[in-house]
């Protein structure tokens, strides 16, 4: 991997990791077309720019990180519990699920999933508008929600997203709830996969692991605060949209014989 397909990917996985639209499909085509193999070295990277999306979490909500939300992070713990209990007692059966084919699938459902979420919002108003005002009930109920999210091309932030508007957040809060249950999720799977791969964070690949690291962070943090912004004025319906054209995107893809049907990020 040289500079510049560091520089790509880490804005890839900084710009989609927080939308509802699946950071693996796009990694999936932009590794593929870039002709990057799934080595060690490739893996370590993976774990560098999540790491990056973690911290940028953390400078967008550092005001959060103090005593007086000690409650909120209950919830998000509570919230993380499902999905580390399914994905703990189920991670072989996870991976075998794994194919380009159901990455698109998923990626085409959860866009309907996403206009149909719409259309019942039409005739139901969100009871809870600041993410600190969510309930426990609710916060586990999200978490359940996030077990889809195992399902590889269906968005950690799709599933966390699609379960907060359902349970009455409104779509800022369901974002802002989904940004802060990213941080126990993706510490867990990062800190794993660090464990296996730190051998790999030394000599010529440091380079392309830094640059990777600080446009992940730079295009993650700006992403979020965007997101926010435009949920402020529009719905999701534009990502239930992109998210079946990127779908079938990917079948057209796979069966032109651009990317293989294993591929991975």
């Known amino acids: 991997m040289d500079a ?66 000690f409650e909120l992070w209950v919830k998000v713990v509570l919230a993380f519990i499902p999905i580390g209990a399914v994905g703990f007692l189920l991670s072989a059966q ?14 085409i459902v959860g866009g309907i999933v996403f206009l149909l979420v719409e259309r019942y919002l039409k005739h139901h108003t969100p009871s809870v ?5 969510l309930s426990y009930r609710q916060a586990l109920w999200i978490g359940v929600a996030q077990i889809f999210a195992l399902l590889p091309g269906m968005s950690r932030a799709g599933a966390t997203i699609v379960g907060a508007l359902l349970v009455g957040l409104s779509r800022k809060a369901s974002a802002e709830f989904s940004f802060l ?11 794993l996969d660090l464990v296996k791969h730190y051998d790999q964070f030394q000599g010529e690949q440091a380079l392309t692991l830094i640059i990777g690291f600080i446009t992940a962070f730079v295009s993650a943090y700006l992403v979020m605060r965007l997101f926010i912004a435009f949920l402020n004025r529009f719905t999701f319906n534009a990502f239930g949209i992109y998210r079946i054209l990127f779908g079938l995107l990917l079948f057209y893809l796979l069966y032109a014989g651009v990317i293989s049907p294993q591929a991975h990020a």
């Open 181 to 191: 249950l990213a941080l126990p999720v993706m510490v867990a799977t990062s800190g």
């Open 94 to 107: 996870v991976k075998a699920l794994f194919s380009v084919e159901i990455v698109a699938a998923m990626f």
């Open 4 to 69: 510049l397909q560091s520089f790509i990917l880490g804005i890839i996985e900084g710009v989609t990791e927080f939308l509802p639209i699946s950071s693996t499909g796009h990694l999936i085509v932009a590794s593929e077309l870039m002709g990057l193999p799934q080595t060690e070295g490739h893996m370590a990277f993976e774990v560098i720019i999540q790491l990056a999306a973690i911290l940028a979490v953390v400078a967008n909500y550092r005001e959060k990180f103090s005593p007086q939300y």
């Open 129 to 133: 508008q600041q993410v600190e005002d």
